[in-house]
């Protein structure tokens, strides 16, 4: 079975360019989750989704950030403009039902230079 | 808020030795979920055992075992027989049973195999 698949990889880009993330969730799950990982602050959870509706996106660091989740198969995270301090590791997770274990992507290495 | 605390930053263990890496958490609930994910120099992020705070019965996969103390709020994962395969950063998490999404991860604990 195909896992969580995030895209791209890796990701550079200059300070002041809009940088967007690709998740789709393994099928059949209806909850869909954007972590950030950095070494300072550990993984944080920006928003999850559940059948596609964001519920909770409180842990967003600014308005710069959003995310959308148009159907079932395909979420993004978009950060426009991006800063250096964006610079992070993004996962992304799905689970089935909100009692299930969560499954990552490989996440994307992003750098804002 | 619910807290993770994972208080070894770096652990090692020699090749088929057993190593424990501690987890503590503080909560107020009475039911939640326990996970290790193992996150290897790839990146990516692997469940490698979960436990439900209702079961009073230590969850094992294969060579992974927990030791879960509900009162003392303590979830240790034992690596039997390590392998090299098993170095990698361990993270510990807590998921409310209340509020499903609400999943909280502790600093991670690096560990490293020697042969």
């Known amino acids: 079975d195909a896992g969580v698949i995030q895209s791209p990889r890796h990701e550079v880009t200059e300070m002041g360019q809009e940088v967007t993330l690709r998740c789709k969730p393994i099928s059949g799950h209806d909850y869909l989750f954007w972590y950030r990982q950095t070494m300072m602050r550990g993984l944080e959870l920006l928003i999850y989704?559940?059948?596609?509706?964001?519920?909770?996106d409180s842990g967003m660091p600014e308005d710069r950030f959003s995310a959308k989740m148009p159907n079932a198969s395909f979420s993004t995270l978009k950060i426009q403009p991006s800063e250096p301090r964006d610079s992070a590791v993004y996962f992304c997770?799905?689970?089935?039902?909100?009692?299930?274990?969560?499954?990552f992507g490989d996440g994307t290495r992003l750098s804002i230079l | 808020a619910q807290t993770v605390t994972q208080s070894q930053p770096e652990m090692s263990v020699q090749e088929a030795e057993t190593v424990t890496l501690s987890c503590t958490y503080d909560t107020s609930e009475s039911d939640y979920y326990l996970f290790w994910y193992k996150q290897p120099p790839s990146r990516q992020m692997i469940l490698v055992i979960r436990q439900e705070a209702y079961k009073q019965q230590n969850a094992t996969e294969n060579r992974f075992s927990v030791n879960f103390q509900k009162a003392a709020k303590s979830f240790s994962l034992k690596i039997s027989d390590s392998q090299l395969g098993d170095a990698a950063m361990y993270f510990c998490?807590?998921?409310?049973?209340?509020?499903?999404?609400?999943?909280?991860f502790g600093a991670g604990t690096r560990l490293t195999v020697k042969p």
């Open positions: 998490a807590y998921r409310s049973a209340y509020n499903n999404n609400d999943m909280r």
């Open positions: 989704f559940n059948n596609n509706v964001p519920i909770d």
């Open positions: 997770a799905s689970s089935y039902r909100g009692n299930q274990p969560q499954h």
